[in-house]
């Protein structure tokens, strides 16, 4: 294909860009972007109807509130300069970000793309909060959770930080997006405590179908999450690809036995989870081992997140949709595998497998760190917030639902379907209609 010329604005040093990769990082862009409201009908499917245009706003605002802090400073913060533990400021509102090359793509797609990122890993965070934070405060913690958390973490092993220069291998975000959203998940579910509900009734899915619509957006979105990560259309964007599809079936198939052993039922939102837990796995050794690693992969992270996620119902820990079982230990067993099966021979880091132990070392060390500094930043971020502003809404509130007390509005209406809703303040005279105004001569 023929290279994509330059606009005459353009520095006149710059190399054109190929324009085959270029256009497969439009769309994977496009279809990171689809993953987060993917994960809002995930989301939204997995909770009680009262509260599903909540849970699915919490990750339409996410992504509104993160994506203008990563604009505006969490880009600059992971991607500007090569510190040890945080770049700089030159790239501050998008400053010295335009069509010149970054990566063999033009800046501001690199940009783009690496925005999409930046929106889904603090959505991912809310499965854990549903049902009972309120939203000021969610908006609040997703742009500064961007800043304080994802930023540094992102630039520590794709800005050139220090977990690069160990040499530890995060193909698409296992590590920087995955484990990250998992770690801060549970502190934020200890420390907003758990739902109105919780432990007095059964909080079952109101609409496992979309759960399962949501699942299949969010595993259709993954090949842009994963092989987009290749920077452009060639082998290694190949091998991302057919290894987000081989991990995900392993797990898939590795899960509905369990189940079935189990219960005797396969379960259709155990499936969809599964799905999701291959993968999160695969999402870190993409790129750096071969189809049957990816498939080994998948198959044997489906073990420790579905006994995870067996343990967390046991305890008192409210992680409303099991973000800890499902990305916290995904992405931690996805991340120490890649140092087991990672291969020179498929583009990655020699690993246990061909002898080389030391990376599963490095693998963990990087997990030790992004968990140290997710956890303390998510402490911090959520008790300065507190200052401020109440985190849970009332317990009222929890059990009117928080569709109608945030949003005033409900997901599944009777007869009109969305609803006003009165402040308690105001009279009922207040909201009526005024009357149309007669016409000349009508009868009084």
């Known amino acids: 294909m023929d290279p994509l010329p330059l606009p005459p604005s353009a520095p006149p040093a710059a190399v054109p860009f190929a324009g085959a990769d270029v256009a497969w990082v439009l769309v994977a862009t496009a279809?990171?972007?689809?993953?987060?409201?993917?994960?809002?009908?995930?989301?939204?499917?997995?909770?009680?109807?009262?509260?599903?245009?909540?849970?699915?706003?919490?990750?339409?605002?996410?992504?509104?509130?993160?994506?203008?802090?990563?604009?505006?400073?969490?880009?600059?913060?992971?991607?500007?300069?090569?510190?040890?533990?945080?770049?700089?400021?030159?790239?501050?509102?998008?400053?010295?970000?335009?069509?010149?090359?970054?990566?063999?793509?033009?800046?501001?797609?690199?940009?783009?793309?690496?925005?999409?990122?930046?929106?889904?890993?603090?959505?991912?965070?809310?499965?854990?909060l549903v049902e009972r934070l309120r939203f000021g405060p969610w908006l609040a913690f997703a742009a500064l959770w961007t800043l304080v958390v994802y930023a540094p973490v992102c630039h520590w092993v794709w800005g050139g930080g220090f977990l690069a220069g160990l040499g530890a291998l995060d193909y698409a975000g296992g590590t920087v997006v995955h484990v990250n959203a998992g770690a801060a998940a549970l502190v934020a579910a200890l420390v907003l405590g758990p739902r109105r509900d919780w432990g007095r009734q059964a909080l079952l899915p109101h609409s496992v179908p979309l759960v399962l619509l949501g699942a299949g957006l969010?595993?259709?979105?993954?090949?842009?999450?994963?092989?987009?990560?290749?920077?452009?259309?060639?082998?290694?964007?190949?091998?991302?690809?057919?290894?987000?599809?081989?991990?995900?079936?392993?797990?898939?198939?590795?899960?509905?036995?369990?189940?079935?052993?189990?219960?005797?039922?396969?379960?259709?939102?155990?499936?969809?989870?599964?799905?999701?837990?291959?993968?999160?796995?695969?999402?870190?050794?993409?790129?750096?081992?071969?189809?049957?690693?990816?498939?080994?992969?998948?198959a044997l992270a489906a073990l420790p997140s579905y006994f995870g996620l067996l343990a967390r119902a046991r305890t008192r820990l409210d992680d409303s949709l099991d973000v800890v079982a499902a990305h916290g230990l995904g992405g931690i067993s996805g991340a120490l595998l890649t140092g087991v099966f990672a291969s020179a021979a498929w583009g990655g880091t020699p690993g246990l497998l061909e002898g080389n132990p030391g990376l599963v070392l490095r693998q963990a060390a990087a997990l030790l760190a992004t968990i140290a500094w997710s956890a303390g930043g998510t402490w911090g971020v959520l008790k300065a917030i507190a200052l401020v502003s109440p985190l849970a809404a009332a317990e009222r509130a929890q059990g009117r639902g928080l569709d109608v007390e945030l949003h005033g509005e409900e997901a599944y209406g009777s007869g009109e379907g969305a609803i006003l809703v009165l402040s308690e303040s105001a009279?009922?005279?207040?909201?009526?209609?005024?009357?149309?105004?007669?016409?000349?001569?009508?009868?009084a």
Do not use: C
Request: glycine share 14%; no cysteine.
């Open 31 to 128: 279809l990171v972007l689809l993953m987060t409201p993917g994960l809002a009908f995930f989301y939204g499917g997995l909770v009680r109807a009262k509260n599903a245009l909540n849970t699915m706003m919490m990750s339409l605002g996410a992504l509104a509130a993160a994506g203008l802090a990563w604009a505006l400073v969490g880009y600059s913060l992971a991607f500007d300069g090569e510190g040890a533990l945080l770049g700089g400021l030159g790239h501050l509102a998008l400053g010295g970000v335009g069509l010149e090359a970054r990566d063999a793509l033009p800046h501001l797609l690199f940009f783009t793309f690496q925005a999409t990122f930046a929106g889904i890993t603090v959505a991912l965070v809310s499965g854990a």
């Open 427 to 443: 009279s009922p005279e207040a909201h009526r209609p005024a009357l149309a105004p007669r016409a000349a001569g009508a009868e």
């Open 218 to 298: 969010l595993w259709f979105g993954w090949f842009g999450f994963n092989a987009g990560s290749a920077l452009g259309a060639h082998g290694a964007a190949v091998l991302a690809f057919a290894n987000t599809l081989l991990a995900p079936l392993a797990a898939l198939a590795v899960w509905m036995a369990l189940d079935a052993k189990r219960t005797g039922h396969v379960t259709a939102v155990g499936a969809a989870t599964a799905i999701v837990v291959g993968l999160v796995a695969v999402t870190p050794a993409a790129g750096f081992v071969s189809p049957r690693g990816a498939l080994a992969i998948g």
